[in-house]
């Protein structure tokens, strides 16, 4: 029976979510979570999925884009089994993102029930900062208060908190107000460190990772870079864009291999990496780590990433008020900066549509200011020739390796915010991890446009053939490469999405202007040619 307003566990943790500007929960509900819908207030939506990865990602999106954590309703330990590729993902984004899990009530739980969870604070370890199974019903509230804080203070992450299906009817009292500062203030010691090697660079570089992005410093990176005169490059698979791709001053992607980066850096005395790790690598190379003569700084809110670095120095703080402070330490220098990036190479049309002319119609068509989430590993080298990102705060994808975040993320995107339209740029194999988030797309009338590189192969698997060096796979592998170009527009159509299939240059523009002037969801099925070359890296 539930209590007076204000004095349940579930009123009081509507409360402390409201504190936190938390408006919309994204989830696929069970048994054990259907007494917490019986005090559920019209100011909180729930956002119903059709699986819980999708879940998890579509309250990622929304966080990212709303500067609210992403909340999470999942069913037991099986809905946290289907959602951990993405609770991985956003413990890889560092996004603050608060599960929230069924169980089964307290006094079924000694005798190891049906739905029941056996270790519910080890089971999504370690990709939660913190996990808790409250002891009592009424500490519910102020565990959910705890896990909030947790996510949001830097380094941003995932947590949990398992809730008995019991317990939402108990009595509770308020939680007191509590702030935490989430930033991490920069050691001045080690700022004044880090500017007197600076200073003293004669062509020093700036390596930026994700954490520049996520802390809103992107405008502060680009007046540090200016003030330096240096050359900046994304970090190895560097899931945010952190400087205008468009800027003078940026050099482009640095690739995730030791031979790679030790390259790029040549010639560079001092390599400025922020938000980053020094390096994310996904190929193994011989070789030393950096050329001969240079020298790294590293500042990361992340200690994790500080302790793994294998050279140079490193300074845990968050990105935006390290770079701010060194602005405010480094003289005004007199070096002359770097040569500018090439334009991209000029595409046309021809009879067929390579993934360059697609990437450069759909840089051509979409405002600049469009948000972007981009999971299309086989043509991420030419997206990221062609599709130059204008600003910071613009762009993402997942740092976890992991397929079908970006679909999902997108939804949850354009659900924060509505006033514009959101783009989800995606491969075909993608598509099909996650594809159950264009149901949630229809159901809320998302402002998104979906397009699809659908180039009727297993590109990315030819391309590590070539890769590696593997000249032949086994038969049943091989024959599976070429596949028949799947229908996305029938599946877009038959879970709610208008689609439209553009199978030649002639018709691409139109349908990509079409699709941007719809006010709700749209799928854009592109017959694109097959890879030719190195795709995924």
Known sequence: MGLGAGHSVAEETFDVMRRFGVTRMFGNPGSTEMAWFRYWPGDIEYMLTLQEASAVSMAEGFGIVSGTPGFVNLHSAAGIGNAMAGIMTAWRNQSPVVVTAGNQARALLPVDPYLGQIYPTEFPKPYVKWADMPARGADVPGAIARACATALTAPCGPTLVTIPSDDWEQPAQPVPPHTVVQGLGADPAGIAR??????????????????????????????LAEKLNAGVFEAPWSSRCNFPERHPLFQGFLAASKDAVAAALRGHDVALVIGAQVFTYHVYTDGPYLPEGTAVLQVTENPEHAFSAPVGESLIATAGNAIRALIDALPRTERTGPPVRPEPEPVGAGKSMTGAYVMKTVRDLVPLDTRTFEEVPSFRATMRDQYRVESPGLFFNAFSGGLGWALPASVGGALADTSRKTVALMGDGSMMYSIQALWTAAQQRAPLTVLVMNNGEYGAMKSFATLFGIPQFPDSIQRSLDLPRIDFSALATGLGVPALTADNPGVLGDMLRQAMAEPGPILVDVHVEALRGVGPL
């Open 194 to 223: 880090f500017a007197e090697v600076l200073t003293a660079a004669r062509n020093p570089v700036l390596v930026l990772g994700q954490e520049v992005d996520r802390d809103n410093a992107g405008a502060d990176a680009v007046r």
